[in-house]
């Protein structure tokens, strides 16, 4: 049983959330909160497998909650969701910790899924969301202590990278690409090296960041 905190300010929203996940036999709603402050008292004591996060709230936002929780280190793999296809405000999530974002009318078996990848020390992250992200981060240049020097990825090393991003574990993608898993996990290895980056969604973001998924 995976067991999730919903945080969102919108209990109509909260109480669909929950009614949905309720019809999913390995997925439990433990907990929720209507704000990022409460989300903070409720989290730590809860320990979800898996955090629902909205980021526009009072009090205190979703990035807020994700800085405060990583520093307190007792944040879980979080699902950020929101209302809102803003890839500045995903680039803000995913650099504050969240491990997939996705908008809220996201099918139940979409989520269901992406519940399940975040459980699994997976991502996941919506093709909307992840156009508008590809997006926000063309337009943005990487702050300064984000640049590295990366080697050339290898055609293979890209195929394995749009799928780490699209959330797929290192077995999914093994049959994806008729590969054994344990050449997958050489070049995720590989990619993480030449990234410069110390799991696979920093490597996503730099490799966005650089134009390696292009």
Do not use: W
């Amino acid at each position: 049983m995976i067991r999730v905190v919903l945080v969102d300010d919108q209990t109509l929203v909260r109480q669909g959330v929950r009614g949905l996940l309720e019809l999913v036999p390995d997925i439990e709603v433990v907990g929720e909160a209507c704000d990022g402050e409460e989300a903070l008292e409720k989290v730590p004591e809860l320990k979800p497998d898996v955090l629902l996060l909205d980021i526009r709230m009072p009090r205190l936002n979703g990035i807020g909650v994700l800085d405060a929780l990583r520093e307190r280190d007792a944040l879980p793999p979080t699902l950020v969701l929101t209302t809102f296809d803003d890839g500045d405000a995903a680039i803000a999530a995913i650099k504050a910790g969240a491990k997939g974002l996705m908008l809220k009318d996201v099918a139940l078996e979409d989520l269901a899924q992406a519940i399940r990848a975040l459980a699994d020390n997976r991502t996941a992250f919506q093709p909307a969301v992840t156009e508008s992200l590809m997006a926000a981060i063309r337009r943005t240049p990487a702050p300064a202590s984000d640049t590295y020097i990366a080697e050339a990825l290898t055609v293979r090393e890209r195929e394995v990278l749009h799928l780490i991003c699209a959330g797929y574990s290192n077995k999914e993608i093994a049959d994806l690409l008729a590969l054994a898993e344990g050449t997958v996990k050489n070049h995720v290895s590989n990619l993480l090296l030449k990234l410069n980056a110390r799991d696979r969604t920093r490597a996503a973001l730099k490799a966005l960041q650089e134009g390696h998924l292009g």
